[in-house]
């Protein structure tokens, strides 16, 4: 990890800063996206440890800095002064950030991080936080849908083949198993993170032999606690008569046989031929995995097919987020401290108004009566919250929302790095736990993958008079 994993804009602007003394200038960041993926309800904020592994790591080193000092302008000069140099080698953050909990259910505008301290540090951590925070959170929505799609049969990542490279494949494990996914077929993100392994064989282990039957006749007494055997290399349905044998030569040495897997063909029909060939053998406990460009339509459809699938496993569709490439989110200056001491909010300005961003420093209050998210209010902290809350939507300022004032509710950016310093971990399984728990919080129409409701989620009455103020009397 290094601080070179950055934009070189980020560079030349903190140089600028520096040159300018403004380096050591308060501001505050807000990391966010604009709209929901998938055309989805929700999205799953991820990425936030990876992104805490990497700031505490934050230090350029003798090799980076003789990179930056190569550098030149297209005249031929050093790109960077040396005194800025000497800058970078002696730098350590001491930046405040404050996140939502990864495995928190998130809308559009809402800050996933709040970023304050001085602004040459806020801008050179910009790119990596959008980097992870983005992917993460992109993969782990994608996963809970494809989850929730699938009901109570678990989800197995299967994806690091078609995944963007070591680097991307070892992410989107992690945000997988955050979003809800069982386990991996990667094996170093089970070392690395402890998500559970699981895999079958492939087609190449059946063509190496002479014939189906001997291959998975093999591959048992190899594996004999470990066996899901790939039927569709030649003849599905004979495969599947095959794999009844050899689960019958198992039990016969004590063993089970675990499963079957389905890789091709109408998922739908195979499984239900599957299991009735397997229940009729005496074989109810063998399970069906079906893989094959999966998604959570395919899987909605099936299971409306009554497909007889015992897990599901998912790979390009996962991994790559095939439907929506990216998350979008951006990183925005929203106040910055003036030289009497006084915070000054600021706002980026568009023609399009949902790309005008919200000034102040923000906070997310959720709403929440008998369990339920009622919706969220984004206000600045720095002013005492109202009692009686309206929110506005972001986009459309006819859209309003007042809450009852019996409801209760709790902030959801909580401090995660203080001066520099880590101040709160936590566990992949108690993420992935929030995950679902949140997701269970949401009123079932806005889970819906096909036109979800949308949540209630705005700015304050009082900020979005400020931010209206801002944005009819631009600097």
């Known amino acids: 990890m290094t601080p070179l994993q950055t934009d070189l804009y980020q560079l030349t602007m903190a140089a600028a800063y520096f040159a300018n003394g403004k380096a050591d200038q308060e501001s505050v960041f807000h990391l966010f996206f604009r ?52 800058y970078l080698a002696d730098l350590q953050l001491s930046l405040d950030i404050e996140a939502m909990p990864e495995g928190t259910v998130v809308f559009p505008h809402e800050p996933l991080l709040r970023v304050r301290g001085p602004i040459l540090q806020a801008q050179l951590v910009e790119t990596a936080l959008l980097n992870i925070i983005n992917f993460q959170t992109l993969i782990a929505t994608k996963a809970a849908r494809i989850c929730r799609a699938a009901g109570e049969s678990p989800v197995a990542e299967f994806g690091y083949r078609r995944a963007q490279g070591p680097d ?3 992410m989107a494990s992690r945000a997988a198993y955050v979003g809800g996914c069982e386990s991996t077929s990667n094996v170093l993100a089970g070392q690395r993170y ?21 291959a998975f006749d093999a ?11 790939l039927v569709d290399t030649y003849d599905t349905l004979a495969g599947v008569d095959k794999a009844i044998a050899t689960a019958r030569k198992l039990k ?37 995995v079906a893989s094959n460009d999966l998604d959570e339509h395919l899987i909605e459809s099936l299971r409306h097919q009554g497909a007889r699938i015992d897990i599901w496993g998912v790979g ?28 000054q909010p600021r706002i980026k300005l568009s023609e399009q108004r949902a790309k005008s961003s919200i000034p102040g420093r923000l906070q997310v209050h959720r709403i929440v009566r008998e369990g339920k998210f009622l919706g969220d209010a984004i206000y600045d902290d720095s002013e005492p919250r109202p009692q009686n809350l309206t929110i506005v939507d972001p986009d459309n300022p006819l859209r309003r ?38 997701l269970d919080q949401l009123d079932e129409t806005i889970l819906r993958l ?22 009819a009397n631009p600097k």
């Open 35 to 86: 709209r929901l993926p998938f055309a989805g309800g929700y999205a799953i904020a991820a990425g936030l440890d990876s992104a805490l592994d990497w700031l505490a790591s934050f230090q350029f080193s003798h090799n980076d800095l003789a990179y930056l000092e190569k550098l030149k302008t297209a005249q031929g000069n050093p790109l960077f002064d040396a005194s800025f140099l000497q």
């Open 168 to 170: 991307g494949a070892l």
């Open 194 to 214: 402890g998500i559970p392994v699981k895999g079958t064989h492939a087609h190449s282990w059946i063509m190496s032999f002479d014939n189906e039957q001997e």
């Open 219 to 229: 591959y048992a007494r190899a594996m004999p606690e470990n066996a899901i055997l």
């Open 252 to 288: 016969e040495r004590g063993h089970q046989l675990a499963g079957i897997r389905l890789d091709s063909g109408d998922l739908a029909w195979l499984s239900r031929q599957a299991r009735q060939r397997l229940d009729d053998a005496g074989l109810p406990e063998v399970k069906i």
């Open 316 to 343: 390009t569709n996962l991994v790559t987020a095939a439907d929506q490439p990216a998350l979008g989110g951006v990183y925005k200056l929203a106040a910055i401290r003036d030289a009497q001491g006084d915070w």
């Open 401 to 438: 929302r007042n809450f009852p004032p019996d409801c209760s509710g709790t902030d959801l950016l909580v401090p995660v790095m203080t001066k520099g310093e880590v101040v709160h971990r936590e566990g992949l399984d108690r993420i992935r736990d929030r995950t679902q728990e949140q």
């Open 450 to 471: 096909d036109n979800p409701h949308q949540y209630p989620a705005g700015i304050e009455n009082g900020l979005n008079d400020l931010r209206e103020t801002l944005l």
